[in-house]
């Protein structure tokens, strides 16, 4: 099972999962342009997309739909709340949209797909655990807190991704705005450095073997931080063992993109 993750932050989102012959992109939240590039690069067109998973419906995570909606016919899964949200916005998206509810399974080729509701201000969102024949990978972003129901949903899954948002000092003494400082620190805004390394640990006594922190703020974060929080928790939990990375911004290039593998032994 392979994650690339194409871009990763405020200025946009994507990331493909791939297990045997499916490949599913979670979020298509860059131009369709970049992400043809990237799959480009894989030796991928995306037409061979199983399928697209969005998250929500903040331009960030849905800035391609748009176009590739007048140029593809990739299946499209979203919770209700953001289909409708969507559909309002992306002419022609309707006849592609399947709607999931957001505590669900479902299948798209050889994996099963686990629906979980998150914390964040945007109607109906959601996040994903991927199960496939060689592992599992599951996606926790753009979210508050970490619910119970992600939490379980989660539990043993082998690769994480994780949205480690924030250093909190750092964005309260920052420039931003007061109202933006107390969305982001909100229960429906981002997960923290520490929010991060307290749910990694939970997840690393779990059976996670694998972390790619992701969704940081370019502006009240940097890549050294969040890995240096995450790590010295990770640490002082007895759990160094655990393969902790950081997913590029989306200002770098394709190919710097990570590139994790996960197989069973």
């Known amino acids: 099972m392979t994650l690339h993750t194409l871009a990763s932050g405020s200025e946009g989102n994507c990331l493909l999962v791939t297990s045997g012959t499916t490949r599913l992109l979670v979020d298509a939240g ?12 894989l030796e991928l067109s995306v037409n061979q ?10 331009s ?23 289909a409708q949200q969507l ?16 505590s ?22 959601v996040d994903y655990r991927i199960d496939g024949t060689e592992g599992s990978v599951g996606v926790l972003t753009d979210t508050g807190y970490v619910t119970q129901r992600a939490a379980e949903a989660l539990e043993g899954v082998e690769l994480l991704v994780l949205e480690s948002n ?17 969305r982001i620190l909100g229960e429906e805004g981002h997960l923290s450095n520490e929010d991060a390394a307290h749910f990694a640990a939970e997840m690393a006594r779990c059976g996670t073997q694998q972390i790619v922190l992701a969704h940081l703020s370019r502006e009240n974060n940097t890549p050294a ?6 790590q010295r928790h ?27 593998q996960l197989c069973r032994r």
């Open 30 to 41: 860059i131009s369709l342009r970049r992400i043809k590039t990237a799959l480009a690069q």
């Open 104 to 125: 669900t399974e479902f299948s798209v080729g050889d994996c099963r797909i686990t629906v979980f509701p998150t914390s964040h201000d945007a109607p109906g969102s």
């Open 60 to 82: 960030d995570h849905v800035a391609a739909l748009q176009t590739l909606v007048k140029h593809h016919t990739v299946p499209i899964y979203a919770s209700f709340d953001t």
């Open 225 to 230: 931080r969040a890995l240096e929080t995450v």
């Open 49 to 58: 997309l199983s399928g697209i998973l969005l998250t929500h419906s903040h």
């Open 234 to 260: 990770m640490l002082a939990e007895d759990l160094g063992h655990v393969r902790i990375t950081v997913a590029p911004r989306s200002e770098l290039s394709e190919a710097y993109r990570t590139e994790v």
């Open 166 to 182: 924030h250093d909190p000092e750092w964005l309260r003494s920052g420039p931003y705005p007061y109202h933006l400082k107390q």
């Open 87 to 102: 559909c309002r916005r992306v002419s022609g998206l309707a006849p592609l949209l399947h709607t999931v509810e957001r």
